[in-house]
């Protein structure tokens, strides 16, 4: 076949050079944005974050209206209050688990504008969005400490972006009217 080369005998006992692989100048850290996709602002996540919020509270609302519909009475006591405590927390968590198996942005992220992607500029595959979940609550049992860092990091990443390597970012805005 012509562009093929057959081995010789001769050929099997040379000895041949064997270069390593370049390797880059700069090779970033784990905890380091790779992209170009700066990170959504404070302001952008707490929006995203008041909508979601505010679903959830529309959602338990319905819950409790029916609930009452159905001739129940809405009671608040010492051992009424835990149980509505606990059917708070997992309409929140159920409402997080619906779009990280859904494998897309919640209402409220899409609502502000903003987008999730990894620190590789893709967009993140579902266990990535359930290691952001899991990493949200524990920012949240920290007292809030894993939100607040936030605030004080360089790259503005809270502990879960950190843990997922996943962040939101401002989405592309497609121009209404071309420009003159």
Known sequence: MPGSRTVSARDQG??????????????????????D???????HRMMAAMLDGSMMLISLGIFLIIFH?????????????????????ATLVLYRLLWCLAGTDSVGMRWSGLRLISFDGVIPHRGQR????????????????GLLWGLVDEEHLTWHDHMSKTFPTPRARLLRYPKR
């Open 69 to 89: 519909l159905a001739g129940a009475k809405v009671v608040l006591n010492k051992t009424t209050l835990p149980l509505y405590g606990f059917m708070a927390f």
């Open 14 to 35: 040379q000895q041949r050079l064997a270069f390593p692989a370049a390797q880059p100048d700069y090779v970033p850290a784990d905890s380091s944005i790779y992209c």
């Open 130 to 145: 359930l290691q952001r979940l899991l990493g949200s609550f524990i920012s949240l049992v920290a007292g809030g400490l």
């Open 37 to 43: 996709a700066p990170v959504a602002l404070p302001v």
